[in-house]
Antibody, heavy 124, light 105 residues
Framework: QVTLRESGPALVKPTQTLTLTCTFS??????????VSWIRQPPGKALEWLAR???????YYSTSLKTRLTISKDTSKNQVVLTMTNMDPVDTATYYC????????????????WGQGTLVTVSS | SYELTQPPSVSVSPGQTARITCSGD??????AYWYQQKPGQAPVLVIY???ERPSGIPERFSGSSSGTTVTLTISGVQAEDEADYYC????????FGGGTKLTVL
């Protein structure tokens, strides 16, 4: 049974750094082709992909947020961590982590299991 | 910049067929994926690789692709299908469409 759970602060102040942890079970991030992504959704708005980390520690970031994001993993703890610097009120959103299997045929990927999400509010 | 375009809303009566489109220039080269999201819940994958259905997803959900447009079809719509639906594609970066709110009248 695959599960993912996001954890982190519910409230951060503008200019602060956000650190979110995704703790997962039911799969291994050391398995070839397996990845974990972070996705966010501002209230009432669409989904936005943020970052992905692969089983071989390759990392990919949203072009628009690349300078503010860092993704890392601790395979032994089954955890993936996302940090986002210089938080702003527009970053208020529900942040999801999701299991991301690679599709070797097409080099595409998708999100087949999601955490329940964690709402992060940016306000002074 | 590359975008995936969806209609903001689609409305159908119970038992009818709902079709939700997603257009993007890269779709002939990339697979599309579809997610259903109900209020207060995380998205759920309902279609992958244009037309494949994950286990546990009802057969009334199907997907198709033609050129720069992919379509999610829900046959025999039920009240429980009322939700937001998002298309997604990916190469090195992933991209979501703006979402379509399906209303069951």
């Amino acid at each position: 049974q695959v599960t993912l759970r996001e954890s982190g602060p519910a409230l951060v102040k503008p200019t602060q750094t956000l650190t979110l942890t995704c703790t997962f079970s039911g799969f291994s991030l050391s398995t070839s082709g397996m990845c974990v992504s972070w996705i966010r959704q501002p209230p009432g708005k669409a989904l936005e992909w943020l970052a992905r980390i692969d089983w071989d520690d390759d990392k990919y970031y949203s072009t628009s947020l690349k300078t503010r994001l860092t993704i890392s993993k601790d395979t032994s703890k089954n955890q993936v961590v996302l940090t986002m610097t210089n938080m702003d009120p527009v970053d208020t959103a529900t942040y999801y982590c999701a299991r991301t299997p690679l599709d070797y045929d097409s080099s595409g990927y998708y999100f087949d299991y999601w955490g329940q999400g964690t709402l992060v509010t940016v306000s002074s | 910049s590359y975008e995936l375009t969806q209609p903001p809303s689609v409305s159908v009566s119970p038992g009818q067929t709902a079709r939700i489109t997603c257009s993007g220039d890269a779709l002939p080269k990339q697979y599309a994926y579809w997610y259903q999201q109900k209020p207060g819940q995380a998205p759920v994958l309902v279609i992958y690789k244009d037309s494949e259905r994950p286990s546990g997803i009802p057969e009334r959900f199907s997907g198709s692709s033609s050129g720069t447009t992919v379509t999610l079809t829900i046959s025999g719509v039920q009240a429980e299908d009322e939700a937001d639906y998002y298309c997604q594609s990916a190469d090195s970066s992933a991209l979501f469409g703006g979402g379509t709110k399906l209303t069951v009248l």
